[in-house]
């Protein structure tokens, strides 16, 4: 089975900027890959995507903040995150809908404050 790491949260200003990577033990560059957040006692929400044709979108909180990118020759897919909000605070999961289907990892902590 195919698996994807997060890795790249932690403790950030408000305003401030994390990197946070997804890599995949597969190459990837087939597939669509998303990010999805879950903050304490709040359900899993998209966040963004990035599709095989090259396309991007983004949950309209995020939208100019944050910013998908690829390197498949590592298999690892990037979710830029700057102008950081205290409700960004969440854990952060990557997904391929193809290949990890009803499956989750651990995902990244990425904690905001003042």
């Known amino acids: 089975q195919v698996t994807f790491v997060e890795s790249g949260g932690g403790l950030a200003q408000i305003g401030g900027s994390v990197r946070l990577s997804c890599v995949a033990s597969a190459n990837i560059a087939q597939f669509r890959v998303d990010w999805y957040r879950q903050a304490p006692g709040k359900e899993r929400e998209w966040v963004a995507f990035t599709r095989t044709d090259g396309k991007t979108d983004y949950r309209a909180d995020v939208k100019g903040r944050f910013t998908i990118g690829r390197d498949y020759a590592k298999n690892t897919v990037y979710l830029h995150m700057k102008s950081l909000k205290l409700d960004d605070t969440a854990v952060y999961y990557c997904?391929?809908?193809?290949?990890?289907?009803?499956?989750w990892g651990q995902g990244t902590q990425v904690t905001v404050s003042s």
């Open positions: 997904h391929c809908p193809t290949l990890s289907g009803d499956r």
